[in-house]
């Protein structure tokens, strides 16, 4: 199908359903090939649908063996059935049954939406559309049903049989070669909450009761053999519970908690209501075989999915403009989360990181798309870093608007009211606006706009009447479909650092809302602050308060006394970022201009070498991210236009290596102190530790590779843990050579049998910035590992490759060839893998003239290709509009 022949879902054009479903009675009878499904639905019309409509139930590759209306066969004229849909053209008006008979073929289905099998476990995924590919419905999340659900199996091939909400019945059927279990969900939910596993699974289980009371049986499969790496998710999932109950007075809901991780999965997990359905690599976790990211990944998501409990299962969305009303606010659930458990200030500069290098650059090209967006032509991409990051930034401001107490109580008002039905942002939003007093009209424009703001700021100070003035402006570039923007609500937390510290800030002015938070709403404003003895540096934007670019003209010197002397943790942090930065975009916007960088080098590496002498050690975590530079990304989007690749990572190499050169003795004495010789644990202070010695190794490697390369073969050996020989991979890829070419061959052996592993490997080769990664790329598609099924693998290695800034985008168009290939085989069998895949093109806009011309013309190859998905064909339409 064509994009442009694809109809535009509008918002404005939603309805209530015309008909609901109490209830779904579904009877499954798997099998690998004919699995049987049916469907008994208890039907009404519903009271705010129009009387007298036709029921059109969604269907995808689906055929229809047989249809009853309660309980008598139907016939043919009354209805009619194609693999899109099920019609009945005139249904009575009262309540009624249907029984919907439908056969799928779980091994065929390679989309990994609906019914499939993963290394033979059956398993689901609906969201956002795949119950309409297990059965006829009506697949909207607004029209919510208590389910019952059989599961029927052979018992060699399937002894667990799981499915939403309590264990009602289990037992064999006669001969004793298959069994059955019947589930039943006593909370009404949308289908995309529907799953059910069916396969030889092991698991871990352990009992918890709720703050409320209730016993609750936990339990996380994973494929036979693999128990012993589901400890740590276990682990996080009884401390997220325990954090939802103190944090938002949120209690678990059933007898049961069921995750299960599978191979296959096209995304990272899925919270099906009380059988969550993970991607294996955000469950197993050891020592051998994940790195310390690892860990923290599945901290996040088991929390993310688990928080969803509330925030998407027992209130959920209207329709699926309303994706940020569950995801922004569950991932800011998580990050909470996540900053409780760990470092606050290392998860806040972790998350702005991510924030800018996917979320700003999404908004900087083609595909931007505000919070909430107007139109889909396919939802599945619009699982989007702006629906997700900046939706959580959206509710991250929202509390500091509101404050504490009143976003609390906010929460708690939300979950009173809207329990049970599925909400719009606008019910969301009103109950802050109850809670607060707070009128928030405007802010909701952060729903509506896309784009990134851009704050420009600059201050004044008088020292005869002792007054500091900031002045505040804000401007948004259009964006697609949006050329006119309006102002929006920027929350700017704020000091005026001085010799001793903060100053008071002292003003009448009625944009500063105290608490050191001043609100810019209008395009423009001043603040005029008093009794000020000395003249302060502005530190801006604490804590990252909004979701915007800054400018703000400090200087050099400025802004290093912030590092050193800045209160807030982010702002450090952010102080050296922005010397670093100002200078990669200068070299990396004319080339040549080494003498710039290595004065700022030489800049940086003076302030540093203090800090990792008194601080680093006392905050390893930290330190590892102060010694971290921009991405390349973030340069080339500061740049903007006419971006060459080559220059921005020559730029940002050399900067490395003259930092690393400069800081080498502190690296060193830094790398001693840290060593340990503790056994491995995955807690934040030792991941933290770890990550500053690698951070160390990374610049030791890039300024002076033959050490680097000694230093990494020996952590190689000597390591009993993933995290430290991934690095050792990891500083060894970025200096070409001998010893480079046998840690990896050493590492692919090591790991031959743990495709998690080589799912590292594979990118760690992929992120080569040499020309002869394309070629190492297409020979890795041949390992025995790799599979173009298996969406971990080409993530990895083809979304590794298009992650790599000067290969995907080689002056020769080559780069940009490989991937749009990739792109339209993958459509064929997985569209979702595709389209995201496709999704690297983002940025081609703001490249030089060449490689821009080639990767439009690769693009409109894609687009142009007969027979694509919806969700490529809308990509790459967006992306060339
Ligand atoms: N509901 C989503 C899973 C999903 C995503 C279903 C896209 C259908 C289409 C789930 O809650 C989720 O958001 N998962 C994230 C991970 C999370 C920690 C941000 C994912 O899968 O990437
Ligand atoms: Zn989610």
């Given at each position: 199908?064509?994009?442009?022949?694809?109809?535009?879902?509008?918002?404005?054009?939603?309805?209530?359903?015309?008909?609901?479903?109490?209830?779904?009675?579904?009877?499954?009878?798997?099998?690998?090939?004919?699995?049987?499904?049916?469907?008994?639905?208890?039907?009404?019309?519903?009271?705010?649908?129009?009387?007298?409509?036709?029921?059109?139930?969604?269907?995808?590759?689906?055929?229809?063996?047989?249809?009853?209306?309660?309980?008598?066969?139907?016939?043919?004229?009354?209805?009619?059935?194609?693999?899109?849909?099920?019609?009945?053209?005139?249904?009575?008006?009262?309540?009624?049954?249907?029984?919907?008979?439908?056969?799928?073929?779980?091994?065929?289905?390679?989309?990994?939406?609906?019914?499939?099998?993963?290394?033979?476990?059956?398993?689901?995924?609906?969201?956002?559309?795949?119950?309409?590919?297990?059965?006829?419905?009506?697949?909207?999340?607004?029209?919510?049903?208590?389910?019952?659900?059989?599961?029927?199996?052979?018992?060699?091939?399937?002894?667990?049989?799981?499915?939403?909400?309590?264990?009602?019945?289990?037992?064999?059927?006669?001969?004793?070669?298959?069994?059955?279990?019947?589930?039943?969900?006593?909370?009404?939910?949308?289908?995309?909450?529907?799953?059910?596993?069916?396969?030889?699974?092991?698991?871990?289980?352990?009992?918890?009761?709720?703050?409320?009371?209730?016993?609750?049986?936990?339990?996380?499969?994973?494929?036979?053999?693999?128990?012993?790496?589901?400890?740590?998710?276990?682990?996080?999932?009884?401390?997220?519970?325990?954090?939802?109950?103190?944090?938002?007075?949120?209690?678990?809901?059933?007898?049961?908690?069921?995750?299960?991780?599978?191979?296959?999965?096209?995304?990272?997990?899925?919270?099906?209501?009380?059988?969550?359905?993970?991607?294996?690599?955000?469950?197993?976790?050891?020592?051998?075989?994940?790195?310390?990211?690892?860990?923290?990944?599945?901290?996040?998501?088991?929390?993310?999915?688990?928080?969803?409990?509330?925030?998407?299962?027992?209130?959920?969305?209207?329709?699926?403009?309303?994706?940020?009303?569950?995801?922004?606010?569950?991932?800011?659930?998580?990050?909470?989360?996540?900053?409780?458990?760990?470092?606050?200030?290392?998860?806040?500069?972790?998350?702005?990181?991510?924030?800018?290098?996917?979320?700003?650059?999404?908004?900087?090209?083609?595909?931007?798309?505000?919070?909430?967006?107007?139109?889909?032509?396919?939802?599945?991409?619009?699982?989007?870093?702006?629906?997700?990051?900046?939706?959580?930034?959206?509710?991250?401001?929202?509390?500091?608007?509101?404050?504490?107490?009143?976003?609390?109580?906010?929460?708690?008002?939300?979950?009173?009211?809207?329990?049970?039905?599925?909400?719009?942002?606008?019910?969301?939003?009103?109950?802050?606006?109850?809670?607060?007093?707070?009128?928030?009209?405007?802010?909701a424009r952060w729903y509506e706009q896309a784009g990134t703001p851009t704050i420009v700021a600059s201050g004044r100070y008088d020292a005869a009447a002792r007054t500091y003035t900031l002045d505040l402006a804000q401007t948004t570039a259009p964006t697609p479909g949006q050329p006119d923007k309006q102002p929006v609500v920027l929350p700017v937390a704020l000091g005026l650092v001085g010799k001793a510290g903060d100053l008071p800030l002292v003003t009448g002015s009625a944009a500063y809302a105290g608490d050191g938070v001043i609100v810019l709403d209008q395009p423009s404003l001043s603040v005029a602050f008093s009794d000020v003895d000395e003249p302060p540096i502005p530190s801006l934007l604490r804590g990252f308060s909004a979701p915007a670019r800054l400018e703000l003209d400090l200087a050099d010197a400025d802004l290093l006394r912030l590092f050193s002397a800045d209160s807030d943790s982010f702002n450090r942090w952010q102080a050296l970022q922005s010397v670093a930065s100002r200078a990669l975009v200068s070299a990396g916007r004319s080339p040549g201009g080494h003498n710039a960088l290595i004065a700022t080098a030489g800049e940086l590496a003076e302030a540093l070498a203090g800090f990792l002498r008194v601080q680093a050690p006392a905050d390893p975590a930290f330190a590892a991210q102060v010694l971290r530079l921009p991405v390349p990304a973030d340069i080339a989007r500061e740049i903007g236009r006419d971006v060459d690749p080559d220059a921005i990572h020559a730029a940002h190499r050399s900067l490395a290596a003259e930092i690393g050169l400069r800081l080498r003795p502190h690296l060193m004495e830094l790398r001693e102190r840290l060593g340990t010789s503790a056994a491995y644990r995955p807690d934040a202070a030792s991941a933290g530790r770890r990550a500053l010695r690698n951070e160390a190794l990374g610049l030791i490697a890039l300024a002076d590779p033959e050490a680097g390369a000694h230093l990494a073969e020996a952590q190689f050996a000597a390591a009993d843990n993933l995290t430290d020989r991934l690095a050792a991979l990891a500083a060894m890829t970025l200096v070409a050579g001998d010893a480079r070419e046998a840690l990896i061959a050493r590492f692919g052996k090591t790991y031959a049998a743990e495709p998690l592993v080589l799912d590292k490997w594979l990118m760690a080769q992929a992120l080569i910035a040499e020309p002869g990664t394309l070629d190492r790329v297409k020979g890795l598609m041949q390992h025995p590992a790799f599979s173009l099924g298996n969406p971990n693998r080409v993530r990895a290695l083809i979304g590794g490759f298009a992650a790599n800034l000067t290969q995907f985008n080689r002056p020769d168009g080559e780069g940009y060839a490989f991937v749009a290939d990739m792109v339209v085989a993958l459509d064929r069998t997985n569209p979702q893998v595709a389209s995201r895949l496709l999704g690297s093109f983002k940025s081609w806009r703001m490249l030089e003239p060449a490689r821009k011309a080639l990767a439009e013309q690769k693009l409109a190859m894609v687009a142009q290709t007969p027979g694509l998905s919806r969700d490529v064909a809308d990509i790459a339409e967006r992306a060339l509009a």
């Open positions: 199908m064509r994009a442009d022949d694809t109809p535009l879902i509008r918002l404005e054009d939603y309805r209530p359903s015309d008909w609901l479903i109490d209830t779904v009675d579904l009877d499954i009878s798997l099998h690998p090939q004919k699995t049987r499904v049916r469907a008994l639905l208890g039907l009404r019309p519903n009271p705010a649908g129009r009387p007298g409509a036709p029921l059109i139930l969604d269907g995808d590759e689906l055929s229809l063996s047989g249809l009853r209306l309660d309980g008598l066969l139907i016939d043919e004229s009354a209805y009619s059935a194609t693999a899109q849909g099920l019609t009945l053209h005139a249904p009575p008006h009262r309540r009624f049954t249907l029984t919907i008979d439908t056969q799928v073929d779980p091994s065929a289905n390679t989309k990994l939406m609906g019914l499939y099998r993963s290394s033979r476990v059956y398993c689901t995924q609906c969201e956002a559309d795949g119950f309409r590919r297990i059965s006829y419905f009506l697949d909207r999340p607004d029209v919510m049903s208590v389910y019952t659900v059989r599961l029927e199996a052979a018992k060699i091939e399937a002894p667990v049989l799981l499915s939403n909400g309590n264990l009602v019945a289990a037992g064999e059927m006669a001969g004793g070669e298959r069994h059955f279990a019947v589930w039943h969900d006593p909370h009404p939910k949308p289908a995309y909450l529907f799953a059910l596993v069916g396969g030889a699974l092991d698991h871990v289980r352990q009992d918890y009761v709720t703050a409320d009371g209730r016993k609750v049986e936990l339990a996380v499969h994973v494929e036979p053999g693999k128990a012993g790496r589901a400890g740590w998710a276990m682990d996080c999932l009884v401390r997220c519970m325990r954090w939802d109950e103190r944090v938002f007075g949120r209690n678990y809901d059933l007898d049961v908690f069921n995750v299960v991780a599978v191979s296959d999965f096209n995304m990272g997990a899925m919270e099906n209501k009380g059988l969550n359905i993970f991607n294996d690599k955000y469950v197993l976790a050891d020592p051998q075989t994940a790195t310390d990211g690892d860990y923290a990944s599945i901290e996040a998501i088991i929390a993310h999915e688990y928080f969803h409990n509330w925030t998407g299962n027992r209130i959920t969305c209207r329709d699926w403009f309303q994706l940020c009303l569950k995801e922004g606010l569950t991932v800011f659930r998580d990050q909470e989360f996540s900053a409780d458990e760990r470092s606050r200030p290392v998860k806040r500069i972790a998350d702005v990181r991510t924030l800018r290098s996917t979320q700003f650059s999404e908004d900087a090209g083609p595909l931007a798309h505000p919070v909430r967006p107007r139109a889909y032509k396919e939802i599945n991409n619009f699982y989007t870093p702006t629906v997700y990051e900046k939706g959580a930034e959206v509710i991250r401001m929202l509390k500091l608007l509101v404050g504490d107490d009143a976003f609390r109580a906010g929460m708690d008002l939300y979950f009173e009211r809207c329990d049970g039905t599925a909400a719009t942002i606008e019910e969301f939003l009103a109950c802050f606006a109850e809670t607060s007093g707070k009128d928030l009209t405007q802010f």
